[in-house]
Nanobody, 122 residues
């Protein structure tokens, strides 16, 4: 059983900061590319940022310069540092991870977390 647990969401005023964490656990041989997505009632799940196993990153235009994705491979944890938050960043944030299962035949699979809510007040 592989699980992703997100944390760090909450209520913050516009201009503030939050750091989200995505911790992976279970039968993981290696944690590969990981992404943060967000979803609102109006917008289907959209990509916010991704990071490869080698540390290469990619960001949505709307968060470039404000958000930073990083990872700690030893802890199998990925972070999303969110600065200069805006009300339009309000959403449920989900973590998605691609991983290699630790049991033969070592399949490459993916898993989603349960989401963490971020609310930015104006």
């Amino acid at each position: 059983q592989v699980q992703l647990v997100e944390s760090g969401g909450g209520l913050v005023q516009a201009g503030g900061s939050l750091r989200l964490s995505c911790a992976a656990s279970g039968s993981i041989l290696s944690l590969n590319a990981v992404g943060w997505y967000r979803q609102t009632p109006e917008i289907q799940r959209e990509l916010v940022a991704t990071i490869t196993s080698g540390g290469s990153t990619n960001y949505a235009d709307s968060v470039k310069g404000r958000f930073t994705i990083s990872r700690d491979n030893a802890k199998k944890t990925v972070y999303l540092q969110m600065n200069s938050l805006k009300p339009e960043d309000t959403a449920v944030y989900y973590c998605n991870a691609h991983y290699t299962h630790s049991w033969p035949p070592y399949r490459n699979l993916e898993v989603w977390g349960q989401g963490t809510r971020v609310t930015v007040s104006s």
